[in-house]
C-alpha cells in the first residue's frame, strides 16, 4: 500500500514519518461522555451554545456555540438480564 504505510513492495513495513512535518490545523469538534445530559445542556447553554441535534432528555447531543461545536453522549446501559438494563 502506498503512503506512509509503505510503497506497496512485498514484505514492506511500515515506513518512519517525520511528526514535525504535520500538525493539526485545529479541532471542531469534541465528543464527551456524561452522566447527567440536562445538567450538561443548561452548563453548555449557560456559555452561549444552543442545541442543534438532540436535547436534555436525548441521549446524544450536539452543541454549538460559533464555530465550536461539542457533543455529549449519555451513559451507556448494559444489559445484566432478559428485559434489564
Known amino acids: 500500500m502506498g503512503g506512509p504505510l509503505g510503497d506497496g513492495a512485498a514484505g514492506d513495513g511500515p515506513i518512519a514519518v517525520n511528526a514535525s512535518a504535520w500538525s493539526i490545523d485545529h479541532i471542531s469538534g469534541v465528543t464527551l461522555g456524561v ?3 440536562a445538567e450538561s445542556v443548561a452548563f453548555y447553554r449557560k456559555l452561549g451554545f444552543d442545541v ?6 436525548a441521549p446524544f447531543t450536539t452543541m454549538r456555540g460559533g464555530r465550536v461545536s461539542s457533543t455529549s453522549a449519555g451513559p451507556r446501559r448494559a444489559a445484566v438480564g432478559p428485559g434489564i438494563a
Do not use: L, T
Open 52 to 57: 442543534s441535534f438532540g436535547g436534555a432528555d
Open 35 to 37: 452522566r447527567e445530559m
